[in-house]
């Protein structure tokens, strides 16, 4: 026997017809390429969205049809998104940071059929335009701009297509388990793999997101995604800045802590979302220009582990909650975030924040298993200590890899997500390394993410890679890559004896090397393959 409820297909338009009838007049803030700033609403929003899917149709794109962005965050994207995946096309976001050779294959192996640019990417456009035949419109997030026509007379401009179409749109309506949207893997390691989101699997991860125990979002908050959209889709956050109908606080093209430090202050943001190379730059911004962060009640912190030490600053220097997440771009991305249980009320300050320095556990709809082998199917215990290699199932989460025919998962049904990890009796994850990251020292593996975090906790370390070094004796031993604090005299001995009472004694690293940068990926996470090329030999030397 059948349930007699209505049955409506789980379609992203339902989010900003929602958000546009009962959140039409709040606030969305968006700081433009050019450094001004828009305000607008979600009233506006889906108009404009209305406006460019009449504006798609018209340039010939269909059901089906990959659109691209290669964009910041800003509100023409935004109205874009929607238009795109509201029409039952695929939005399909790029990571402007990528090579021009990245840019090209991610493009044509897409078929994108028309990319939409923020005048920034230009040089990147011009670059890639001749080799990316599927590609028949280019459209400018922007007015008309001289410059823009110059470099690519046969540009088109969103502000005109804006103008020129009606807001009169019936979102069509369409299976639930239609593509929607297309992100691609960041390629550290070999080509770029494509995830192609549905509908439902959008709308699921978004009613996720949105709960308590995971980023605990409503429309009492002022919401700031630093995180780019062409980032696993600024990890959902447009999506559930609709659905819940909060205030939006874009960033645009001012990622740097000073650029954001403002935006918080200015537009009174509640939570804040980033990568924690983008807190680091925060903190330092907030502590020079002398900034309390007073209306920042939360921040998120994913992509990489959070230090101990920053979510120590963010609670005592500026009282704010910071979340610990982890997930990856097969997830959509969300796998698991850290809020406390009941039973750990009691517990002190600190004792609390050890437990929330975890990645935290999944919300309903994502299931774990660590297995003790890579893609293998039997279970280790669930007791903290015992790591393997982290797995995951659930509504969000990849099957396959956009135009690959095989499915990614292993014999009964699960994805592995390359991670190294445990999982405790109440269901927290903590992630010990990415697989290809872990340091093999005769025979034992030392987490390079642990060293990091002790290396970070240094008053006068402003950030810290640890990478696997190769040795003669040993295979691998563990080296430091950092960043000094600003006018810091901090030595190799110093940071060395730091480690001797935090770890046993074989894991402490062999080498300190000083550097003035350290590479970032495209979604600003340290770059440690380019750091293993660069300094993998350096204990062979001599
Ligand atoms: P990539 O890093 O390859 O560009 P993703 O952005 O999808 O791709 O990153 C997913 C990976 O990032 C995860 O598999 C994990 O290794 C790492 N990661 C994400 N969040 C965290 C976290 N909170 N702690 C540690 N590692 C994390």
Request: contains cysteine.
């Amino acid at each position: 026997m059948q349930g007699n409820m209505m049955f409506q297909p789980l379609l992203i338009s339902n989010l900003i017809v929602h958000a546009a009838r009962y959140h039409g007049d709040t606030a969305i803030i968006s700081k433009n390429t050019d450094g001004t700033i828009t305000t607008t609403n979600w009233t506006h929003v889906a108009e404009n969205s209305k406006r460019f899917a009449n504006a798609l149709a018209d340039l010939g794109a269909v059901h089906a049809d990959r659109i691209a962005t290669i964009a910041w965050n800003n509100h023409r994207h935004l109205e874009a998104w929607y238009a795109i995946s509201g029409s039952g096309m695929v939005c399909h976001t790029i990571n402007p940071r990528l090579f021009p050779e990245q840019l090209i294959f991610i493009i044509n192996d897409a078929q994108d059929k028309v990319v939409l640019f923020d005048k920034t990417f230009l040089p990147l456009i011009r670059a890639v335009k001749a080799h990316t035949p599927t590609v028949e419109h280019f459209i400018c997030l922007s007015a008309f701009d001289q410059e823009v026509v110059d470099a690519l007379p046969d540009v088109k401009f969103y502000d005109a297509l804006i103008a020129d179409h009606s807001a009169q749109f019936e979102w069509p309506s369409f299976d639930e388990n239609t593509a929607s949207s297309l992100c691609y893997t960041s390629g550290t390691t070999g080509n770029p793999k494509g995830a192609l989101y549905s509908h439902r699997s959008t709308i699921l991860h978004t009613y996720a997101i949105c709960l308590p125990d995971s980023l605990n979002l409503s429309a009492n908050h002022v919401m700031l995604p630093v995180v780019p959209m062409f980032h696993v889709n600024a990890w959902g956050t447009p999506y559930a800045a609709a659905m819940v109908g909060c205030t939006f606080v874009l960033p645009g093209p001012g990622l740097d802590g000073a650029s954001l430090v403002q935006m918080i202050d200015d537009y009174d943001v509640t939570v804040a979302l980033g990568v924690p190379t983008i807190w680091q730059g925060l903190l330092s911004a907030a502590k020079q220009c002398g900034s309390k962060l007073a209306t920042l009640k939360r921040n998120v912190v994913g992509g990489s582990a959070c230090p101990p030490a920053m979510m120590k600053a963010f609670r005592d220097l500026y009282d704010c909650e910071t979340i610990h997440a982890w997930g990856m771009t097969e997830m959509s991305p969300l796998g698991t975030s850290n809020q406390l249980k009941a039973k750990h009320h009691k517990l002190s300050a600190d004792e609390q924040l050890n437990v929330r320095l975890s990645q935290g556990r999944p919300p309903f709809g994502v299931d774990l298993r660590i297995t003790d082998e890579e893609n293998g199917t039997h279970e280790v215990v669930r007791d903290g200590h015992s790591t393997g290699n982290l797995q995951v199932k659930g509504h969000w989460i990849i099957e396959s890899y956009y135009g690959k025919p095989n499915n990614a998962l292993t014999t009964d049904g699960w994805f592995d997500t390359g991670d190294i990890a445990s999982i405790n009796e109440d269901g927290y994850l903590l992630l010990s390394d990415r697989a290809k990251d872990l340091i093999k020292s005769g025979g034992e593996w030392i987490s390079s993410v642990e060293l990091e975090n002790i290396a970070m906790s240094h008053p006068e370390i402003a950030m810290a890679a640890v990478i696997a070094a190769t040795h003669p004796k040993w295979d691998e031993r563990p080296v430091v890559i950092a960043i000094k604090q600003q006018g810091s005299d901090v030595t190799e001995e110093d940071i060395l004896n730091y480690y001797a009472d935090k770890i046993a004694k074989w894991q402490i690293p062999d080498k300190v090397i000083f550097v003035d940068s350290i590479p970032l990926t495209g979604t600003g996470k340290m770059l440690k393959k380019d750091l293993r090329d660069q300094y993998g030999s350096v204990l062979l030397e001599n």
